[in-house]
């Protein structure tokens, strides 16, 4: 049996690459039945967030793992797949093991000990396991890696504050300007991280919020979030001077202010 883990993350590929290879939940039963009807795969995971896309399989032996995965992102996602080679780490057999653990304990996270990569993980299981893709050694090894996060978060101090990228972002905001009281914010991106932003801030008492997003209704449903207002991404910029934070998650998140 051969196990490898095959991927980009935010330490490897600019944002561009990984949102390249991006898999949207509702695409990853077709690409996980994809990935086991290749000769020699016998289980296989995907996992998929806005710092990393990785792809984990067990082969049989006489299977070349490296090559299908390959094979499986030129197929999926054509033209994007010969331009990530660059990007591309591989980790084999018991390094595979090490690296899933780290991913899963968020040691290999942006920000270290933030605690949504676990149930990034744990979604990109469940996913896995309804389909079938996911129901022998290689399911084993995964659900190891929930023990082991559980055991790294319980018994180190990783876990006494919790942090995400976005959480960051909005306390850096709020040690700039003292209070968040009365503020206007304009975030910029409406993924999973601004939504998680959108709640941080409806609890530090800022005033006004704008949300801008490339798909307008996206924008929209993350604004309602906090009874923020959608705008339109062709006209952020000329709001932009209405704001005194701006958080963006379109090419890593960040804070400012002015």
Same mark, same amino acid.
């Given at each position: 049996?051969?196990?490898?883990?095959?991927?980009?993350?935010?330490?490897?590929?600019?944002v561009e690459v990984r949102e390249s290879l991006a898999f949207r939940e509702e695409t990853l039963p077709t690409a996980l039945?994809?990935?086991?009807?290749?000769?020699?795969?016998?289980?296989? +995971?995907?996992?998929?967030?806005?710092?990393?896309?990785?792809?984990?399989? @067990? %082969?049989?032996?006489?299977?070349?793992?490296?090559?299908v995965v390959g094979a499986f992102l030129t197929d999926q996602k054509g033209a994007a797949a010969r331009k990530i080679e660059p990007h591309l780490y591989r980790h084999e057999g018991r390094e595979a093991i090490h690296h899933l653990f780290r991913v899963a304990s968020s040691l290999d996270s +942006?920000?270290?000990?933030?605690?949504?990569?676990?149930?990034?993980?744990? @979604? %990109?299981?469940g996913a896995a396991r309804d389909c079938g893709s996911l129901?022998?050694?290689?399911?084993?090894?995964?659900?190891?890696?929930?023990?082991?996060?559980?055991?790294?978060?319980?018994e180190t101090g990783i876990g006494q504050m919790a942090v995400s990228v976005s959480y960051a972002a909005v306390e850096l905001a709020r040690r700039i300007f003292g209070s968040l009281n009365g503020r206007t914010v304009m975030i910029i991106g409406a993924g999973k991280m601004s939504e998680l932003a959108a709640r941080h801030l409806r609890r530090s008492g800022i005033a006004r919020a704008m949300v801008t997003n490339r798909?307008?209704?996206?924008?929209?449903?993350?604004?309602a979030l906090f009874g923020g207002e959608a705008v339109?991404?062709?006209?952020?910029?000329?709001r932009l001077p209405e704001a005194d934070i701006v958080i963006a998650s379109i090419g890593g998140m960040t804070a400012g202010s002015r």
């Open positions: 049996m051969k196990l490898l883990l095959a991927g980009v993350s935010h330490k490897t590929a600019p039945a994809d990935l086991c009807a290749r000769d020699g795969v016998q289980e296989a +995971m995907i996992l998929s967030t806005c710092n990393r896309v990785e792809i984990t399989l @067990a %082969a049989e032996d006489r299977c070349d793992p490296s090559s +942006m920000v270290i000990g933030e605690p949504q990569i676990l149930g990034q993980l744990k @979604a %990109a299981y129901a022998g050694w290689l399911g084993g090894v995964v659900t190891r890696s929930f023990s082991v996060a559980k055991r790294v978060r319980s798909t307008y209704e996206r924008a929209v449903e993350t604004a339109e991404f062709s006209k952020y910029v000329e």
